[in-house]
């Protein structure tokens, strides 16, 4: 086991000397934030964009690579929060972008596409019926909803810590904002993420630990016993907005068969970890099929796109006329378009096989730096998606990767790697995503750089 143990003031020191760094290299950026906070908040679309001291701005992408306002090129291990396991512009997907825009890009009525993605998502998610949204957030909350109309019930219940898109349902539970007032394991309280959440939708949420089917057991029969039976389980079969946490071996079957037992509808929200993960999510990975799926990020190959799947007796809620899963551009033709070339042409067995291989090279390669340097840290990955985790002990839910994880040390890595010329996702939440075009030099990359920063702060 790991000895070393990181010296505070090391981090410090060096974050400020590559934050200076970076600053030196984007000037361009700078100046595009202090125009940009003009007009929008924080200077960027989403918070999610934002950055302290401010952003750096890009221009373009293609395969791997995407270049910043500076012109530097950057090797993208961000790829878009995951939505680019396909790499930036791949020819087939722009061709089909291409072919279908100068066709009509919007009617507010079904094309073909469609019917045909909804028969490739049927048959890979095992799972019947199929509607499509513009993001995952819209899967989500039209997936609780139609929950909801099928049980007759209010409450839902998620896993502490999983973030399942900015809608009031799941804004609950999600980070380190409130740690404090988390509340002992078998209570853990429901709070806000942010302003503007109402009390009565905070209250409708029971957060409950990944991975803890004991737990989960006790505070669902809890709910039961009272009167408040919960109308679904929203999880990701594997947690991916912390790092990302594996399911223990049994845990998604032992899910699967409290939820049926009490009539609660599974839903597992695989919006990050449908398509990047495997091309029938977790049903072709662990074996397990929810009664219901979301998905969103890779789905269409950049463009927006989210979907919800779902058996046919809870679907036939909405085919009923019961609920109103609706969107003037759900189903979109473009997006359609996108998603069929993704689907059909570019995710395809070859296209895993590589993105297994390549992750195995770069978890064993961290891995081997961590040994090197006897440094606290360990690797977790599944195809396209891996993390380093900064930490002694394992991480299997919100309470020990507040506990274990090093968000010092994350933040760190984030500087060092722009500053070599690689970019991955910010924030101490989120995983690497690897792409279809990236190579082993792109991983070995990612790997020398990480080595930078373990021989630093363990000098
Ligand atoms: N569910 C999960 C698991 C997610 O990771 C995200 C986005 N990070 C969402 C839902 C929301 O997706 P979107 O940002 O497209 O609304």
């Given at each position: 086991?790991?000895?070393?143990?990181?010296?505070?003031?090391?981090?410090?020191?060096?974050?400020?000397?590559?934050?200076?760094?970076?600053?030196?290299?984007?000037?361009?950026?700078?100046?595009?934030?202090?125009?940009?906070?003009?007009?929008?908040?924080?200077?960027?679309?989403?918070?999610?964009?934002?950055?302290?001291?401010?952003?750096?701005?890009?221009?373009?992408?293609?395969?791997?690579?995407?270049?910043?306002?500076?012109?530097?090129?950057?090797?993208?291990?961000?790829?878009?929060?995951?939505?680019?396991?396909?790499?930036?512009?791949?020819?087939?997907?722009?061709?089909?972008?291409?072919?279908?825009?100068?066709?009509?890009?919007?009617?507010?009525?079904?094309?073909?596409?469609?019917?045909?993605?909804?028969?490739?998502?049927?048959?890979?998610?095992?799972?019947?019926?199929?509607?499509?949204?513009?993001?995952?957030?819209?899967?989500?909350?039209?997936?609780?909803?139609?929950?909801?109309?099928?049980?007759?019930?209010?409450?839902?219940?998620?896993?502490?810590?999983?973030?399942?898109?900015?809608?009031?349902?799941?804004?609950?539970?999600?980070?380190?904002?409130?740690?404090?007032?988390?509340?002992?394991?078998?209570?853990?309280?429901?709070?806000?993420?942010?302003?503007?959440?109402?009390?009565?939708?905070?209250?409708?949420?029971?957060?409950?630990?990944?991975?803890?089917?004991?737990?989960?057991?006790?505070?669902?029969?809890?709910?039961?016993?009272?009167?408040?039976?919960?109308?679904?389980?929203?999880?990701?079969?594997?947690?991916?907005?912390?790092?990302?946490?594996?399911?223990?071996?049994?845990?998604?079957?032992?899910?699967?068969?409290?939820?049926?037992?009490?009539?609660?509808?599974?839903?597992?929200?695989?919006?990050?970890?449908?398509?990047?993960?495997?091309?029938?999510?977790?049903?072709?990975?662990?074996?397990?099929?929810?009664?219901?799926?979301?998905?969103?990020?890779?789905?269409?190959?950049?463009?927006?796109?989210?979907?919800?799947?779902?058996?046919?007796?809870?679907?036939?809620?909405?085919?009923?006329?019961?609920?109103?899963?609706?969107?003037?551009?759900?189903?979109?033709?473009?997006?359609?378009?996108?998603?069929?070339?993704?689907f059909e042409q570019v995710m395809t067995d070859e296209a895993y096989a590589h993105l297994n291989a390549l992750n195995d090279r770069i978890i064993a390669k961290c891995d081997a730096v961590c040994q090197k340097y006897d440094f606290p840290g360990y690797t977790?990955?599944?195809?396209?998606?891996?993390?380093?985790?900064?930490?002694?002990?394992?991480?299997?839910?919100?309470?020990?990767?507040?506990?274990?994880?090093?968000?010092?040390?994350?933040?760190?890595?984030?500087?060092?790697?722009?500053?070599?010329?690689?970019?991955?996702?910010?924030?101490?939440?989120?995983?690497?995503?690897?792409?279809?075009?990236?190579?082993?030099?792109?991983?070995?990359?990612?790997?020398?750089?990480?080595?930078?920063?373990?021989?630093?702060?363990?000098?």
């Amino acid at each position: 086991m790991a000895e070393c143990v990181p010296n505070r003031k090391l981090i410090a020191e060096l974050m400020e000397k590559e934050e200076k760094r970076l600053e030196q290299e984007t000037p361009k950026s700078y100046e595009l934030y202090q125009r940009a906070s003009k007009h929008m908040p924080m200077g960027v679309a989403s918070t999610y964009h934002a950055r302290d001291p401010y952003p750096v701005y890009f221009t373009h992408g293609r395969g791997p690579h995407i270049w910043s306002v500076e012109g530097r090129e950057i090797v993208d291990f961000h790829n878009g929060y995951g939505c680019m396991v396909q790499g930036h512009a791949h020819p087939l997907i722009v061709e089909a972008i291409q072919k279908r825009a100068p066709l009509g890009t919007q009617f507010g009525l079904p094309t073909e596409d469609a019917i045909i993605m909804a028969e490739h998502l049927a048959g890979a998610f095992k799972l019947p019926q199929w509607r499509f949204v513009n993001s995952g957030s819209e899967a989500t909350m039209d997936a609780i909803r139609v929950a909801r109309a099928f049980t007759g019930r209010e409450t839902i219940v998620k896993m502490f810590g999983s973030y399942h898109g900015h809608h009031d349902y799941v804004m609950v539970s999600i980070g380190a904002l409130d740690y404090g007032r988390i509340g002992p394991r078998d209570d853990y309280a429901s709070l806000p993420y942010g302003g503007g959440i109402p009390q009565s939708s905070i209250d409708l949420t029971v957060p409950v630990p990944f991975n803890d089917i004991e737990n989960m057991t006790r505070r669902i029969e809890r709910m039961v016993e009272e009167g408040n039976p919960p109308a679904c389980v929203i999880m990701e079969p594997a947690m991916m907005n912390l790092g990302v946490v594996l399911p223990e071996p049994g845990f998604l079957e032992d899910v699967r068969a409290l939820t049926k037992k009490h009539g609660i509808v599974l839903i597992f929200d695989e919006v990050k970890v449908g398509i990047c993960t495997a091309r029938g999510g977790a049903a072709e990975r662990w074996g397990v099929v929810p009664d219901m799926v979301t998905l969103g990020k890779a789905i269409a190959g950049g463009t927006p796109c989210g979907a919800i799947g779902g058996t046919e007796e809870i679907m036939a809620k909405v085919n009923d006329g019961t609920v109103f899963q609706v969107g003037t551009y759900s189903g979109n033709p473009l997006s359609m378009a996108a998603a069929r070339a993704s689907f059909e042409q570019v995710m395809t067995d070859e296209a895993y096989a590589h993105l297994n291989a390549l992750n195995d090279r770069i978890i064993a390669k961290c891995d081997a730096v961590c040994q090197k340097y006897d440094f606290p840290g360990y690797t977790v990955g599944i195809s396209s998606k891996g993390c380093v985790n900064f930490a002694l002990g394992k991480i299997t839910d919100y309470e020990s990767f507040i506990k274990e994880q090093d968000a010092d040390l994350v933040a760190l890595a984030w500087l060092y790697n722009i500053n070599r010329g690689l970019i991955i996702a910010p924030g101490r939440e989120e995983e690497w995503t690897l792409s279809v075009t990236h190579t082993d030099a792109d991983v070995d990359l990612f790997v020398g750089a990480f080595e930078d920063l373990v021989r630093d702060v363990t000098a």
